[in-house]
């Protein structure tokens, strides 16, 4: 059994809804904030994600952090260095989408070469009937960046620990990768003979 | 002295930042460089040696994998407290080997040492053996 830490980025526009989405996922759907305000630096949340089909659990750092362009160059200094990252946009805005990948890029240049997992996720996916953004773009772009895909309704509470179980699942699967790594590294075959 | 198990005369972990249960902090001192301490996310990671009487220590031995920025502080109070910083160092990056290095200090006293991993070279570190030389 092993407890696993990740600090976890949480980027996008402002008002995409990172922190319903956030908020929602770690007071498991009791609260949803009808009201926005908007986030003006960093708020850190903190949930523990199980992994299924083992006894280990991911222990998630969740910088909910600033979309307008203002805050955000403070925000960063926040960060640290990043363990994962989740870009949030929104299906109903296309210039939403098409920041992802400054977002991105921003996240990544705090990442020191370390291997960064991540998610993309398409919130609220209750605004169907005006979406700009088509699943398939998002999916591909995604798969390009190494992103595994989620759509999500923080409002509805559509979806909302899939991106971050997916996360969680990806850092424990590196952490698995890594100790298999040193544990043959480290194995002395003059000692075993 | 270096190559000596510290906890074969009584060197204790205190306490350790992360552990897994099929890695914890003892492996670091029980001599064996097949044994080890795994970190399992975030830095800064740490942990604390006791000694079970004042030591005069001119060289730390470490072997370690994938640690970049270390910083020892040394305690000479009975409890783990009032640490000064004694040494602090950037390992080199290894591949297919682990990290070996000696750090000297000029016969400083101590009965507990800090271990602080600043930063690593990948999300998570080992370190398989501590060493000292009195």
Known sequence: MVKL????ILVGDA???KSALSQMFCSDGSHFQKNYTMTAGVELLVKSMSIPETNDSVELYIF???GRETFAETCEKMW???SVVCVVFEISSLDSFNSCSRWLERVRAHCNGLQLPGVLVGNKSDLASRREVETAVAQEWAREQGLQYHETSAKEMENCDAPFLSLAQAFHAMYQDRRQIIQRLSWDPTDHQ | MLNTALNSFGAQVLFATSSDENYPPERMIDGNMETFWLSTGIFPQEFIIRFPD???ISVISIHSFNI???RIEQSTNEEAEDFKVMAE????QTEGSLQTNEISLD????THLRFLILSGYDHFVSVHKVGIQA
Do not use: I
């Open chain 1, 64 to 66: 909910d952090t600033a």
């Open chain 2, 107 to 110: 016969c400083s006293n101590a």
């Open chain 2, 68 to 70: 970049k920025r270390l």
């Open chain 1, 15 to 17: 008002a995409v809804g």
């Open chain 1, 5 to 8: 830490r990740a600090r976890c």
């Open chain 1, 80 to 82: 640290g260095q990043p």
């Open chain 2, 54 to 56: 004042n030591m005069k």
């Open chain 2, 89 to 92: 160092k950037e390992f080199e």
